[in-house]
């Protein structure tokens, strides 16, 4: 919708990036759309279907298909473009969540990329931050330059 009245945006380089709940849809887009988007960031991203908000969707027990519809470790096959995981160790999302999507990954034979930033919590600070800003900005120019 945005390119129809911007012939100047260049479809074939669109990333994403997302924090928290943010790294879930990030990590989602590039599994549902992944001829729209190349290029997502997750930053402390939940993946699992397990880490839903029961006040939304009910219980697993009372709906299993929104629960299977909502997890993206089962989409991990679909992935074309890079995907780069941040977690901190310390967050408030379990460190175990990235590691199940790279796992997912892994059994897909899917590439994806990790940074581990060591007693981080969910939000970065100091130099850890900082590295991350760096590393978010590298990676997208990696691969998105034309």
């Given at each position: 919708?945005?390119a129809?009245?911007?012939?100047?945006?260049?479809?074939?380089?669109?990333?994403?990036?997302?924090?928290?709940?943010?790294g879930?849809?990030?990590?989602?887009a590039?599994?549902?759309a992944?001829?729209?988007?190349h290029?997502?960031?997750?930053?402390?991203?939940?993946?699992?279907?397990?880490?839903?908000?029961?006040?939304?969707?009910d219980?697993?027990?009372?709906?299993?298909?929104?629960?299977?519809f909502?997890?993206?470790?089962?989409l991990?096959?679909?992935?074309?473009?890079?995907?780069?995981?941040?977690?901190?160790?310390?967050?408030?999302?379990?460190f175990?969540?990235?590691?199940?999507?790279?796992?997912a990954?892994i059994r897909?034979?899917k590439?994806?990329d990790?940074i581990i930033?060591?007693?981080q919590d969910?939000?970065?600070v100091?130099?850890?931050?900082?590295?991350?800003?760096?590393?978010?900005r590298r990676?997208f120019?990696e691969h998105?330059?034309?």
């Amino acid at each position: 919708q945005l390119a129809e009245k911007r012939p100047y945006m260049d479809l074939t380089r669109v990333g994403i990036i997302g924090h928290s709940w943010g790294g879930y849809f990030a990590t989602r887009a590039l599994l549902v759309a992944p001829d729209v988007y190349h290029v997502g960031i997750a930053i402390a991203p939940v993946v699992s279907h397990l880490a839903l908000p029961e006040y939304y969707v009910d219980l697993p027990r009372n709906n299993k298909e929104g629960y299977e519809f909502a997890d993206n470790l089962l989409l991990a096959g679909n992935l074309k473009g890079n995907l780069l995981l941040i977690h901190g160790t310390s967050a408030h999302v379990p460190f175990s969540e990235p590691v199940k999507m790279v796992e997912a990954l892994i059994r897909a034979d899917k590439p994806s990329d990790l940074i581990i930033l060591p007693e981080q919590d969910h939000w970065p600070v100091g130099t850890s931050d900082t590295y991350m800003q760096k590393a978010i900005r590298r990676y997208f120019e990696e691969h998105l330059k034309p």
